[in-house]
């Protein structure tokens, strides 16, 4: 099977873990399973990955949060004296860093650094008698190199392109918020069956879900049907990874019973489906949140499809100025930024912009060559 990424490295933290020989200022003893990061900054060292290539950093980690004393922990990551990312966590998950080839061009060791000027002691805020200066706890970190593949550019001045296949928008695969894209698809014709079509899932739970193969995924055990609406509609919740989507099934129809059955059969089958797509790597998978989703949220997804097939994310966002609405740009080798003018609103996933969502998905369509 073709990969996306080549993992080099998969370092795991505390007692039992590899992290010792890379540790270097800046951590706290190990515990099970995982380090705190302590004090004002940590700092990690790697033996040299190989030139040539662009890599993806990955960190499971947690923070330390206490709302209302603190709401988020900053972190700055640097890369041998080059910062590649400033963000604010909040929770739990993993973070994705995109290191460009040309920090590592030199040989020698690779040393990370990971600032956290917002460390606190949780004896101070009143959660125990810990007196460390705590951040982040780091559980797991994995280090992948970006293969190459070929990116469809745009014909030439003066040379046709060629046509957008009729089924074009079946080439896409949504991986869940709201009903808007699978919406999409049924304005022009096409009902394509897929897991998270009309599902919301966390992204933090989608990365893990898909890690695991949705193992447990139509259990009936984890399955929760409620009624809900003036029209007693049953909606479907699953413990597992907190997937939640309508059924279009009724209490006056069908008793609750009959469609927990039916729904771990149909759960069963689409977890199967969704995990043979992303390792055939035949379609592109679009990603979208009305809530704008982050480099280091969005970088785990891309890792985690890559990392089972050569896969293609379309990560879809706002247009802006410099990015007008319909149009798509390459980020890596298999990420696709896509732009739209407007989001359908989650009260009303059908008022969604047909014409900015076509042009952006054929846009896309044309780099990715799927």
Sequence with gaps: MTKG?????????????????????????????????????????????????????????????????????????????????????????TLGFHIPAALIETPGPVRLLFVHPDFRRPIDLGANADDRELSFSVSALRLSRVLPRQIHARSPPGVAMPPVPPDMLLRFESLGENCEFGLVQRRAGFEPLGLLRFSFIELVHLVIGLR???????????????????????????????????????????????????????????????????????KIFVVKRITPLMPEEVLPLYAVL???????????????????????EVLLPGLIRGYVDRFAPNENASDFSYSAWQSMCEAAWRMAGI
């Design 5 to 93: 990424l080549e993992r080099i490295l998969a370092i795991t933290f505390g007692q039992g873990g590899n992290d010792t020989n890379h540790l270097g200022v800046g951590w706290s003893g190990d515990e099970p399973g995982l380090r705190w990061m302590v004090g004002q900054a940590s700092e990690l060292w790697l033996e040299h990955p190989g030139r040539g290539h662009d890599l993806i950093l990955e960190i499971d980690a947690n923070v330390l949060v206490a709302p209302p004393h603190i709401e988020a922990q900053r972190l700055v990551v640097g890369v041998r004296s080059h910062g590649i990312a400033q963000i604010a966590a909040r929770r739990p998950g």
């Design 212 to 282: 695991r193969g949705f193992e447990g995924l139509g259990d009936p055990g984890t399955i929760e049907v409620e009624v809900d609406g003036p029209d007693e509609e049953y909606i479907v919740r699953d413990t597992t990874y907190g997937m939640t989507y309508h059924t279009w099934q009724y209490q006056s129809q069908l008793p609750i019973e009959t469609v927990r059955h039916q729904q771990a059969m149909r759960l069963g089958f689409l977890k199967r489906k969704l995990m043979e797509d992303v390792a055939a790597a035949e």
């Design 306 to 328: 890559n990392d089972l097939g050569a896969n293609w994310l379309l990560w879809v966002v706002l247009a802006d100025q410099a990015h007008p609405a319909g149009t798509a």
